[in-house]
């Protein structure tokens, strides 16, 4: 039974270029969670999506980022145009279809965005 | 709003030494409580939780129990292992799904 599968692990891009964050949820699970871990400091949510629904998207930037996460296929977060700024390990995260406060998550072990 | 405020890292410990770190809320509602332990290059896992008053959460030799007339969660354990060296990360979430962390509390085990 996978667990959350992101791909690509390491992502390096140069300013300016599209960065494209891949992320197949367990199996099972149909709630998907993106984070983004700047060095040394901790989580920040960045968006909640169930299949073909974006439920939270209160901690994405409004410029140049957008998630997905379609009928079929993985979940995708999408950087446009990225900038320095933007370097930073992103996790994905997957819950169950019940009330996912008393599960916790599952998670990926992350794209390492380094922006050059 | 909802928050979770860890202790500060890095911690440093000897092998066999006891473990406490402080990890306290804020939360409208009964939030579920969490621990996650990140191990360098990797996600998180979840590590134990508690989903209501005064459970006791615990895995692996880690104890953490959920006090809500102190809204605490201190993450504890009574001998630790170098293997035990990692950042751990204290955690809420409420009936929303969106779960909240802490900023990670860094742990380095000499022997």
């Known amino acids: 039974n996978a667990g959350v599968m992101q791909n690509p692990r390491h992502l390096v891009r140069r300013r300016g270029q599209e960065a494209r964050l891949r992320c197949s949820p367990m199996?099972?699970?149909?709630?998907v969670y993106w984070y983004r871990q700047l060095p040394e400091e901790g989580l920040k949510f960045m968006v909640y999506?169930?299949?073909?629904?974006?439920?939270?998207e209160s901690g994405m930037p409004k410029e140049r980022f957008s998630a997905e996460f379609p009928k079929e296929g993985p979940s995708i977060l999408r950087i446009q145009q990225v900038v320095r700024g933007d370097s930073a390990a992103y996790f994905c995260?997957?819950?169950?279809?019940?009330?996912?406060?008393?599960?916790?998550?599952?998670f990926g072990s992350g794209t390492r965005l380094t922006v050059v | 709003g909802n928050s979770v405020t860890q202790m500060e890292g890095p911690v440093t410990l000897s092998e066999e030494a006891f473990l406490t770190i402080n990890c306290t809320y804020t939360?409208?509602?009964?939030?579920?409580l969490f621990w996650y332990v990140q191990y360098p290059g990797e996600g998180l896992q979840l590590l134990l939780k508690?989903?209501?008053?005064?459970d006791k959460g615990s895995n692996k030799g880690f104890e953490a129990t959920y006090r809500k007339e102190t809204t605490s969660f201190h993450l504890e354990k009574g001998s630790v292992q170098v293997s035990d060296s990692a950042v751990y990360f204290c955690?809420?979430?409420?009936?929303?799904?969106?779960?909240?962390f802490g900023a990670g509390t860094r742990l380095f085990v000499k022997a």
């Open positions: 995260a997957s819950s169950p279809p019940v009330q996912g406060r008393d599960y916790g998550y599952t």
């Open positions: 199996k099972g699970h149909s709630h």
């Open positions: 999506l169930q299949k073909e629904n974006i439920i939270d």
């Open positions: 939360a409208t509602g009964y939030p579920s």
């Open positions: 508690a989903t209501k008053a005064d």
């Open positions: 955690a809420l979430s409420t009936g929303g799904f969106k779960t909240i």
